[in-house]
């Protein structure tokens, strides 16, 4: 069946560092891809997302293209701040009618000044 | 401001007792989720909803219910069938079930412990 897999954390980073967040997806077809975060204990926020392939998504300094070709839609960011620690999830959904999304396990990044 | 409210944010249980967690959106969406949430393990998939008086079981619904009986409305209840109930429950929804791209918007959550 479909999967995401990501890297595994923590991810500890110095603040103005450049971040990547590898994903890696398995799905049939076309699927559309997303990358959540989560900050600690509030539920999810959309961060960013591509539905078709090369397409990039960008947000809040945050981008992440679409690699149909490596099934990969690795999280980066030029460079972080302390606000930017929180736990981040990348996505998938497959292009069928009302289906939910597939997540991977997150990944904890911890920023410190 | 449109939304989608969970209540209560915090809730205790003793073992063996059902419990209800409610979801409610105003946001007019069709497509309602259950997640629950466990360190380290992501977020798996419990019930969903596509539209009223309709839902589908996700991959771990043993231990679960659900109902939908209005659009804005997705309630779970924690029954004692369920053998770990311990966690974080997340309810997401989205605007048109059967949109290609299944964009989902999430409420804070609520997070249960049994005793």
């Known amino acids: 069946g479909d999967s995401v897999t990501q890297m595994e954390g923590p991810v500890t980073l110095s603040e103005e560092a450049f971040l990547t967040i590898n994903c890696t997806y398995t799905?049939?077809?076309?699927?559309?891809l997303f990358w959540y975060v989560q900050y600690p204990g509030e539920g999810l926020q959309l961060l960013l997302k591509?539905?078709?392939?090369?397409d990039k998504g960008s947000n809040k300094g945050f981008e992440a293209t679409y690699r149909k070709e490596t099934t990969s839609f690795h999280l980066e960011k030029g460079s972080v701040q302390v606000s930017d620690s929180a736990v981040y999830f990348c996505?998938?959904?497959?292009?069928?009618?009302?289906?939910?999304?597939?997540f991977g396990k997150g990944t904890t990044l911890s920023v410190s000044s | 401001d449109g939304g989608i409210t969970q209540s209560p944010k915090y809730l205790f249980r003793k073992e063996g007792q059902n419990v209800t967690l409610s979801c409610e959106q105003n946001?007019?969406?069709?497509?309602m989720y259950w997640y629950r949430q466990d360190p380290g393990q992501g977020l798996r998939l419990i019930y969903y909803?596509?539209?009223?008086?309709?839902?589908q079981k996700g991959d771990i619904a043993e231990g679960y219910s659900v109902s939908r009986e209005k659009k804005e409305s997705f309630p779970l209840t924690v029954t004692s069938a369920q053998k770990n109930p311990t966690a974080f429950y997340l309810c997401?929804?989205?605007?048109?079930?059967?949109?290609?791209?299944?964009?989902?918007?999430f409420g804070p959550g609520t997070r249960l412990t049994v005793l």
């Open positions: 997401a929804s989205s605007p048109v079930a059967g949109a290609v791209y299944n964009e989902q918007f």
């Open positions: 799905a049939t077809g076309y699927p559309s």
């Open positions: 591509a539905t078709k392939a090369d």
């Open positions: 996505a998938l959904t497959p292009n069928q009618a009302g289906t939910a999304l597939i």
């Open positions: 946001l007019n969406h069709d497509a």
């Open positions: 909803s596509q539209i009223v008086n309709d839902f």
